[in-house]
């Protein structure tokens, strides 16, 4: 068995844990996949890529509202595809080449699959066949999530795909089936309905992205199904799959109805990758496989630390980039190379974003989710097409909404579905982190006229 200061098992945010102060240490990192982790490789980055391809798809299809004739007279899915791994896999290939080479001595990759087999020790399935057994004094564990798939009845025998396969696809599917209606389900379904894809999407709920403010979910639901065959308020019964293609057998306002495609993606969720480290056998506590840790990211069990996907609830990179910052000064405290206090990550406001079109972003507490806390509140809601930039984009969709607590007048909720909702939403995340009132962020700054911060800026006045 070989010892290791540090062992970290996974190649997300976790592989920028290694710097210049840990040159001292001898290091193991473990990776069962391709270097990078999920954002890199399956996630963020390659699905935004397709997205924007997709909007400009979107741009041409509806050219003719600005009076301009365009047409689309070919989308080729190959040249989109290559573009984007083209990229992507050079930089995944090069991390994993640095990290085993001569710049860092200190550092053993091991190519495989970890699990705990006792408190501190680790055994690593390598890709290559055979086993390696490690263990270290401190160990970091950013292994992740993996997509789930709901134990439908016939799903084993069929050939679906999820968001770590569906980007790969050699043609663009005539007929495509997705089951979920989050926000994975609702990117990609954008990116293959805009590129000439028949898409139907089939729900559980009766909307998609319902974890969002309801006004957000129920307007994105009716956007998106002018767009998409929408099948929400779904049971499935059966999947099934033929020369003909897959078919999916469901129950819908009480009626059976069988929905035939040629390729199907499962978008139901994603979950933490607990049971694939045997974390029970290390004795670490976990919720359905999510590992538990601390406000400084210790678990229960002495040395061993836990970030991103694998513990925290929201699955985002920008959280988890965060998170291993922190982490990383946190070690050094621990072994005694800081004598400082350990970090904590302020998560009061963490935001997300659906690159779906329209997008979506949000952050702070849903109109709902102030309401229960019985807070004193006020919601004001501006249309993009209450503002010249919305005037000119011919926009009857889009809103922003703000809740904001009447008491201290503190902004403690924003909600956006439109374009740009993602950079929009920006300076509300600003002055919510740094205390600002509503007040001082309507009437302490200038707004360009006529762009579209307009539409926040008004949302603010409303307040």
Request: charged share 20%; glycine share 10%.
């Amino acid at each position: 068995m070989q010892d290791y200061d540090l062992v970290i098992v996974g190649t997300g945010s976790g592989n920028s844990i290694p710097g210049p102060e840990f040159d001292g240490w001898n290091i193991a990192i473990v990776e069962k996949g391709v270097f990078g982790g999920t954002c890199l490789n399956v996630g963020c980055i390659p699905s935004k890529m397709f997205v924007y391809a997709a909007d400009v798809a979107e741009t041409i299809r509806h050219a003719s509202t600005y009076g301009i004739t365009a047409e689309m007279h070919h989308v080729d899915w190959p040249s989109i595809r290559d573009r984007v791994f083209g990229r992507i896999d050079p930089i995944a290939a090069g991390g994993e080449e640095w990290r085993r080479g001569d710049e860092n001595p200190n550092i053993t990759v091991y190519g495989g699959t970890a699990r705990f087999t006792d408190t501190k020790t680790l055994t690593v399935d390598m890709n290559d066949g055979g086993t390696e057994t490690i263990s270290g004094r401190h160990i970091v564990l950013g292994a992740g999530a993996r997509p789930w798939v709901p134990p439908w009845k016939g799903i084993e025998d069929v050939a679906y795909h999820t968001s770590d396969t569906i980007m790969r696809l050699p043609a663009l599917p005539e007929r495509l089936i997705v089951m979920g209606g989050g926000y994975i389900a609702s990117e990609l379904g954008h990116v293959f309905a805009s590129l000439g894809s028949h898409v139907t999407m089939i729900n559980r709920s009766n909307a998609l992205l319902r974890a969002e403010d309801e006004e957000i979910s129920h307007r994105f639901t009716t956007v998106f199904g002018r767009r998409v065959d929408l099948r929400c308020g779904s049971d499935v019964e059966e999947v099934t799959q033929d020369d003909q293609g897959v078919h999916v057998r469901l129950f819908r306002n009480g009626e059976e109805e069988t929905v035939h495609g040629d390729v199907l993606l499962v978008a139901t969720g994603r979950r933490p990758n607990g049971d694939v480290l045997d974390v029970e056998a290390a004795g670490i506590e976990h919720d359905m496989h999510r590992v538990l840790v601390d406000e400084h990211f210790r678990t229960n069990v002495d040395g061993i630390w836990a970030f991103g996907d694998l513990s925290n609830t929201y699955q985002l990179k920008h959280l988890a980039n965060a998170e291993v910052r922190v982490l990383r000064h946190n070690l050094l405290v621990a072994d005694g190379r800081l004598d400082e206090p350990m970090r904590t990550v302020d998560t009061r406001f963490v935001p997300h974003a659906v690159f779906g079109n329209p997008q979506v972003a949000s952050v702070g507490l849903t109109e709902a989710e102030a309401r229960m806390a019985g807070r004193n509140i006020v919601v004001a809601t501006k249309d993009y097409g209450s503002t010249a930039y919305g005037w000119a984009m011919e926009d009857s969709d889009a809103f922003a909404k703000l809740i904001a607590d009447a008491d201290t007048r503190q902004l403690i909720g924003a909600h956006i579905i439109g374009a740009q909702a993602s950079s929009l939403i920006q300076q509300l995340i600003q002055g919510m982190q740094f205390g600002q009132t509503v007040d001082e962020m309507a009437h302490g700054q200038f707004y360009i006229h006529p762009a579209l911060p307009e539409v926040i800026e008004n949302a603010l006045l409303d307040l």
